[in-house]
C-alpha cells in the first residue's frame, strides 16, 4: 500500500469513526433539549453504545499500523495539514490506546459513585461524606497518568488530556503572576472610589425579548442560524456536530440579564469557532477539530468578554436594549450599564463569579489538585487548605464547603488537569485580541457601528481554518510572537476596571 | 456454549443491534423537526453509518450460527417468547442477509435519481418523464424479490418486508370484495338525502389552541407524556425510540380542524402501540417490537377513525371544541360537527381522502404495483390503467397524472408492496374494534364520559404486550376468533354512514 493508499485509508476510518461520535452529540444534545424525562436510562445506554463503537473503530490495530506507516513516508514530513493529521491521531491513538479497559472500567465505576456521594455531601456541606471518595478518584487519576506516560510529574499526562502539549512548566510561571496581579487589583476594586450599581441588571427581563436580544447579537458577530441552532438548557454549552450543524445552548433568567445575554455570546463563540473549522474539507481529521480546550475557550471568552463587556459594543447595542427593556432600562445611562455588566466583587461561586475573580477560582483548583496528584495534600486536608488559599487571593473566609471546595462536579467526575484549561482561554483571549485590535482598523469603530464580522474574519484566518495544524502555544506564538503570557490580559483588565472604578 | 448461553449472546448482540438503529431513529427525528437546514447532506452520511454499522452487526454469521444452534434446542419449541425470537430472528437474517450488496447498493442509487425524476415529472405532471424510471424501479424490484425468494408470485416476497408472513393469496379476496363494498356504499352517499356541511371544519382554527386540544386528546388517550412528546413536521410520523422514548409529530393547518386533530389522534395511536411494547424485558428481540406496518396501522387508525371520528367520542370533548373555538364552532350543534368530520367525497389524492374512499386509493395502488410487478401492466400503460380503474372505482376522471398516478412516492422510492398495510391496518381496526366492542363493557358510554383509557387497557393486553409473538393474521384469529375479514369494516361503515347521511 503506498503512503498515499495509507493516507486515504486512514482518512476513511477517522470519518467514520467521527461520524459515530457526531451521533453522539446529537443524542446528548437531545438528552439536554428535548428528551422525554423518562428516555434518561435508555439514552445513557445508546450513548454508551456508540462511544464503545467509535473507541473500538479507532483503536483498531490496523489503526495503529496505517500511522506507524505514514510515519515513515514523506506525507509525516513539514508543516503540511497531513503531517499534522498523522503527528496529532499518532497522540490520539497512542492515549486511547495506553489506558488498560480495566482501569478505564474501574475510573467509570467509581467515579459514577462519587459523583452520587459528591451530590450529597454537596447538599449537606460536608466533606467526609466526600473525603473517601475523592482518595479513590485521586487514586485512579495518579494510575492514569502512569498509564499515559509522563515527563516531569503525573500532572502533565492529565492536562494534556483537554490541552494537547501543555505542561505544568508552561503554565505555572504565568499561573503565578497572573495570581499575584489579580489580588492587587481585586485590592484596588475594593478600596475604588466608584462603585458600580449591579442592581440594574437585576431586574425584570421578559425571557422572549432576552431571546430576541440573544439571537439578534448572534447574528451580528455572525453565528450562521442556517447551519446552527439556539435552544434552552440547564448547563448552558456548544456542540459542534458536523458539516454545517453547530448548536449552542442557554438558560434564561427572568430577573437577571447577564446569565442569558452573556451565556449566548460565551456559547456563540464557541459556535463560531465550530463553524470556522474546515470540517468540509477535513471532517473526521484533526485538521477540523479544534486545538484544545483552552483555545475554544479563548475564542468564547473573547466574545463574552473583550467583546461582549465593553463600551463600544454598547454603544451600539445600548439603545436596543432600552427599547427592548423599557421598564428596567428606560432610565439608566450607558455608562451605568456598562458598569453594572462589569461589576467586580469577590464571591464564592466560580460558575457565577465575574470576569476579574474568575480566574482566581481557577488558579486556587489549579495549585490544589496539582498538589494532590503529587502527594503534597492529603484529601482530608482539602476543606483546610482551599479555604485559607481563598482567604489570602479573595479576602474572604468560605462560610461552608458547599460554598468551597465541594462546589464544583469536576473531581467527583474524574476530570483533574481540567481547570486549567479555563484560564488558559482567558489568557490566550486577551493576547489574541490584543493582537487583532493592533492588525484590524479601528476595531473599536467598528464595535461601535455594530460590526462584528470583521474580528470573526480575522479568527477564522488566524485560528479556525487551522485545525489542529498548530498546538495552543505554538499557535499562539504564531499569531502574537510569543507564547502563553500574562501580560495581556493583566493590561486589559487593569485599564478596563481602571475607568470604571476610577483608580 | 449451551442453548441458554447462546440465547444470552444472541440477545446482546440484538441489544447493540437495535441501540444503533434506535440512536438513527434519535438522528431521524432530530432531522425532521430541529436540525439545521445546512445540516441535511451531513446528516445523511451519520444515518448512513448507522445503518450500515447495524447491519454489518447483524448480518455477521455469528448471529447465523447462534441461530443454527438455538433452531436445534428446546428454546425454539413450543409458543414461548424465546421460540418466537427465534422464528423472527431468523426470518429477518435471512432476508438481510440474502440480498446481494451490489443489487442493495443498485436500489438505493436508482431510487435516489427515481425520486428526483418523480418528484420533476408530478410538478409538471409529465409521466414520460418517470416512466423509464418507474420501469428501472419495478425491474429492481423482480430482482429484489428473486433473491429473497419466495411462493407463489413475486409480490408475495415483497409484502412480506412491511407485512411479514401475508401473501397475496390471503389478502386478494378480501380486498376484492372490500373493493366491490366501498364503490356500492360510495353510490348510496352520493344519492344520500343528507349531506353534511364540510366547511365547518374548514375555518379559522388557532394553531396554539389545536396544539392544547390535541394533547388534551392523547392525554386522554392515556399517550404518557413523561416518556413521550408531540412535535411539529412536514410528514407526521410516529417514532419508538425506545424505553421510555416514543415521539410523536404533526402539523397544523390554521383553516382546517382535521389535519391536526385527527393527525395528533393518529399518531397516538401509533404511539400507545410503542409504549406498550414489552421493551423493559425485551429491547433489541422482536417480542418487544411491532408486528407489522399492517398491526401498527390498526392502532393508529382506530384511534383515529373508531374513537375520534365517532358520536360518543364527540359528545364528550365537543363542549371543550367549542369553548376553545368558539368562533368557528360557537352555532355549531354536535351532529353538524359529527357530520362535518365525516363528510365523505371522492377526490384525487389518495393523502387527503376521508376515511371511506380512503381504501379504494389503496386497492387500485395494490392492484397496479402488483400487475407491474408481475409483467401484466407496462409501466408505459400506467397513467392509462390508472385513469380507468379510478373512474370506475371513484366515479371520476383523473384531470392530470399528478393527481393520478403521478402523486405518492412509494414506487420511486422503490416501496412496492407497502401500500396493501394501509388497507390491511384498516381491516383489522375494525375486527379488533369491533372485539373490543364485545368484551368491553358499555365501550360507547366510557367514550362519552371522556374514559379511554379502558380500550387501552384491552389493546395491551391482546395485542401490544406480544410483540411479535404472534403474526398478524394469528394475532387477529386470536383475539377475534377468524382471520383477516371485510366485513367488520363494511358493517361499521355502512352503520356510520347511514346515520349520516340518512340512507
Not at 32 to 37: E, I
Not at 58 to 82: H, I, M, R, Y
Not at 117 to 136: N, V
Request: hydrophobic share 35%.
Amino acid at each position: 500500500m503506498s503512503a498515499q493508499e495509507s493516507y486515504n485509508e486512514l482518512t476513511r476510518i477517522c470519518r467514520e469513526v467521527a461520524l459515530i461520535y457526531s451521533s453522539y452529540a446529537v443524542l446528548s444534545w437531545d438528552q439536554h433539549t428535548y428528551m422525554p424525562p423518562a428516555g434518561i436510562s435508555f439514552r445513557a445506554e445508546q450513548l454508551g453504545m456508540l462511544s464503545s463503537t467509535g473507541h473500538k473503530k479507532f483503536t483498531d490495530p490496523k489503526v495503529g499500523d496505517l500511522l506507524s506507516n505514514l510515519e515513515q513516508s514523506d506525507l509525516a514530513k513539514g508543516d503540511t495539514p497531513e503531517s499534522a493529521n498523522i503527528r496529532e491521531l499518532r497522540h490520539a491513538y497512542d492515549k486511547q490506546t495506553k489506558l488498560p479497559t480495566e482501569l478505564v472500567e474501574e475510573i467509570t465505576k467509581t467515579t459514577s459513585m462519587a459523583h452520587e456521594a459528591w451530590a450529597k455531601a454537596r447538599k449537606e456541606s460536608d466533606f467526609s461524606q466526600f473525603e473517601p471518595w475523592l482518595a479513590k478518584v485521586i487514586n485512579l487519576m495518579q494510575q492514569k497518568a502512569d498509564a499515559y506516560g509522563f515527563e516531569g510529574e503525573r500532572y502533565n499526562a492529565l492536562l494534556d488530556d483537554y490541552e494537547t502539549g501543555a505542561t505544568v512548566t508552561d503554565v505555572e510561571n504565568v499561573f503565578a503572576s497572573l495570581r499575584d496581579e489579580l489580588v492587587t487589583l481585586l485590592q484596588k476594586i475594593k478600596d475604588a472610589p466608584k462603585q458600580p450599581d449591579k442592581s440594574i441588571v437585576e431586574r425584570p427581563y421578559d425571557v422572549k425579548l432576552q431571546e430576541i436580544f440573544g439571537k439578534s447579537v448572534a447574528l451580528a458577530m455572525g453565528f450562521d442560524f442556517d447551519s446552527g441552532r439556539l435552544d434552552i438548557t440547564t448547563h448552558p454549552f456548544c456542540t459542534g456536530i458536523g458539516i454545517g450543524d453547530t448548536r449552542i445552548l442557554t438558560r434564561y433568567n427572568p430577573n437577571r440579564l447577564n446569565d442569558a445575554l452573556f451565556g449566548t455570546m460565551h456559547e456563540a463563540g464557541h459556535g463560531l469557532y465550530e463553524m470556522g473549522l474546515p470540517k468540509d474539507k477535513y471532517f473526521g481529521l484533526p485538521m477540523s477539530q479544534s486545538i484544545s480546550l483552552g483555545i475554544h475557550e479563548s475564542q468564547s471568552r473573547m466574545w463574552e468578554n473583550q467583546v461582549g463587556r465593553s463600551k463600544p459594543f454598547w454603544e451600539y447595542f445600548f439603545p436596543q436594549a432600552q427599547r427592548l427593556f423599557r421598564d428596567s432600562l428606560g432610565s439608566v445611562t450607558l455608562d451605568e450599564f456598562y458598569g453594572a455588566i462589569n461589576d467586580v466583587r469577590p464571591s464564592y461561586i466560580r460558575v457565577e463569579a465575574d470576569e476579574a475573580t474568575y480566574n482566581l477560582h481557577i488558579l486556587l483548583r489549579f495549585e490544589m489538585e496539582r498538589a494532590l496528584l503529587n502527594g503534597d495534600l492529603k484529601p482530608a486536608d482539602v476543606p483546610g487548605e482551599w479555604n485559607s488559599r481563598f482567604k489570602k487571593y479573595f479576602g474572604i473566609e468560605v462560610d461552608k464547603d458547599s460554598n468551597g471546595c465541594l462546589q464544583d462536579v469536576h473531581w467527583s467526575a474524574g476530570l483533574v488537569g481540567y481547570f486549567p484549561t479555563y484560564t488558559l482561554g482567558n489568557l490566550y483571549s486577551a493576547q489574541f485580541f490584543n493582537q487583532a485590535d493592533k492588525e484590524l482598523d479601528d476595531l473599536e469603530g467598528q464595535f461601535r457601528r455594530g460590526e462584528y464580522l470583521g474580528l470573526r474574519e480575522w479568527l477564522r484566518e488566524k485560528i479556525h481554518q487551522h485545525g489542529q495544524r498548530y498546538r495552543a502555544n505554538d499557535l499562539c506564538k504564531r499569531i502574537t510572537g510569543s507564547g502563553l503570557d500574562h501580560k495581556p490580559l493583566v493590561t486589559y483588565m487593569n485599564k478596563k476596571y481602571g475607568d470604571i472604578y476610577g483608580f
